[in-house]
């Protein structure tokens, strides 16, 4: 294979309780990339549509990516990078990890599978480690394997697959400010109270449950968020209101989408999702804050070959 | 039913990474109580053997367990309980949990069961804050419900019931030096570093998923603790030690059993159970320090009639 075209998706990390350890896929919100074999021995990202990002491989989070994987084999083939940006930077969807995920899965593919898709994530948490200064893995690891992965550790890297219940639908709702996570992050403290950390990983604990039980009801309890929401939403205009509109809408929980600005509305089904989208499009509206939408399933398989 | 003969089993709270959210229930470690109707309208503690405990009802943990049961259904009939003491108070393993939660199973199933047993919770943790001065439920929940439980919320109660890999095998060792609740919390810090909570939380929710898997490397490598076992563990004679004994003889985890002095190992099957216990209780004769030491499956089903 000398070329081949990928969709890379959108991610929602940290999901209220588990911040930095968990996130899940998303579905029809995500870039579309094109990667072929080149003879020049180097990695060269020739295109960039819909989004104004660096060029220079080295600047770049797929090139990066790429880079780590190819170091690791001491492979000197080189490749052509095109990315059709959909996801905006600085949204909190998981852009960079998307660009990351999806080259170095196109590149292992074209290399006919040297790694498989768990190993690739040490390298596209290269490409995290260049856009926010942390390469952490709790997008990309959901952008390469789908569903809901659980990061266990880092120091050894141990990811977990859970499993996704099926009628679980995310309205995603991204103002248009922009919020880098570095910026988000310096703004954490750096001790908690230990009666806060206890109600989350009781709260983490019951959404694992949640997931391989299925019940819904529990997932919705469980996505409250002691540490890291009362800090983090400040950033984020009309975030109290838009939550009651949300849960007030049959919303089964609603929380920051990974660093921000991005929140999500977790639902159970498409008739509630849609009228949950609804209803926060219109407060919004309202507001007259700028806005994308989107509403999606849970994506199972992570990247797909277009 | 005018009387009722119980076991009531000691249980392990904690669990490494899940301090006050995840307990699980022992079998063949516990108390045997008899309980039975006065008709003096009054609770009464006629008995108790094996120990030295309060016999006023007000000062004893099924004493205050039983009396809040009976004012919430504003009863006045009366009972008598004798208790065999078979678990040391500030052991760690759930001394006063088995008491609290023992007594309110026998006078609910004597008074025709008004509660599902997961309604009794609350009164049982009368009980435990009597005994600790904090009414904590990741004793006596296990106890009363059987298998591995989380209290993902105090306000209001919520308990998750998981499931019990049928190969885990807990041993247990109780170095004969009191360490009271009260005291081992009160050496814990109000803070914790956030990266040490999350780290907490990626090893609490790893061990829920290893429970539902039945990965007994997972659940092995998830009984970590960052947090609460660098404190405790210097109340605890030759703890790392102890630890290095146990894991080298094919334990899967080891750590400190609710809040001390006990400590378990975590082990998967029958024969590494028998050897575990075997290395750990040469180690402590050797220290010269007296012990209890128990090897039990886990209890699925929590308080049995005898």
């Given at each position: 294979m000398e070329e081949i075209k990928i969709f890379a998706p959108a991610t929602l990390a940290n999901l209220s309780c588990g911040f930095d350890v968990l996130g899940c896929c998303l579905d029809n919100v995500g870039d579309e990339m094109y990667i072929k074999k080149n003879n020049v021995n180097q990695v060269r990202i020739t295109r960039i549509t819909g989004q104004v990002l660096p060029m220079e491989t080295l600047n770049n989070v797929a090139g990066v990516a790429v880079q780590a994987l190819l170091e690791n084999l001491n492979s000197t083939q080189g490749f052509d990078i095109e990315i059709d940006k959909h996801i905006k930077p600085g949204?909190?969807?998981?852009s960079s990890a998307a660009s990351s995920a999806g080259a170095v899965y196109a590149v292992n593919k074209l290399l006919e599978e040297p790694f498989t898709i768990k190993e690739l994530i040490p390298f596209a948490m290269e490409g995290e480690r260049l856009a926010s200064g942390n390469a952490h893995a709790d997008n990309v690891a959901p952008a390469l394997m789908g569903g809901f992965n659980l990061v266990r550790s880092y120091q050894p890297l141990e990811v977990v697959s859970l499993p996704s219940p099926p009628q679980l639908r995310v309205v995603i709702l991204h103002p248009l400010i922009e919020l880098k996570t570095k910026d988000s992050r310096s703004i954490l403290k750096q001790s908690v109270y230990l009666k806060d950390a206890v109600s989350q990983w009781g709260n983490l604990g019951a959404l694992i449950s949640a997931l391989y039980t299925e019940d819904y009801e529990l997932l919705g309890r469980s996505l409250e968020d002691k540490i890291i929401e009362p800090v983090r939403s400040i950033l984020i205009p009309f975030f109290d209101d838009l939550k009651k509109v949300a849960l007030e809408n049959g919303a089964l929980g609603f929380g920051i989408s990974g660093s921000g600005p991005s929140v999500f509305a977790m639902c159970k089904g498409d008739t509630v999702a849609a009228s949950v989208k609804e209803a926060m499009q219109l407060f919004y509206q309202e507001k007259g804050i700028d806005f994308d939408l989107h509403q999606s399933e849970i994506n199972t398989q992570g990247i797909k070959i277009l």
């Open positions: 949204s909190g969807i998981g």
